[in-house]
């Protein structure tokens, strides 16, 4: 991955880190689901935050709870890279187009 990919990467991992540690996770509740403030695929080229849990007890304790919920913990979420980064970087790139 070129540095400057890993610095866009970075990026989303800052973000990622001031949201859970403002406590600022949950952005709305409609019905039963969950809108967060982490990064999306359209945050930046490279990288964005999703949930990777089993289920939704699948969770990990908060360092501070969400404003919003006043939930301690929260569902799994990881790093994942944009699968237009991944074809475009990656898979083109590998078959030399």
Not at 29 to 54: C, D, E, L, Q
Not at 67 to 83: D, I, M, Q
Request: proline share 5%; net charge positive.
């Amino acid at each position: 991955m070129p540095y400057a990919d890993i610095l866009k990467a970075e990026k989303v991992w800052a973000k990622t880190k001031e949201i859970v540690s403002k406590g600022k996770i949950v952005k709305q509740v409609i019905g039963t689901t969950r809108y967060t403030n982490f990064p999306n695929k359209s945050f930046n080229s490279v990288s964005h935050v999703r949930p990777h849990a089993t289920n939704a007890a699948d969770t990990y304790p908060l360092p501070t709870k969400d404003k919003l919920t006043k939930a301690k913990e929260y569902t799994k979420h990881c790093f994942w890279l944009n699968n237009t980064y991944v074809r475009d970087e990656i898979y083109l790139i590998g078959i030399g187009v």
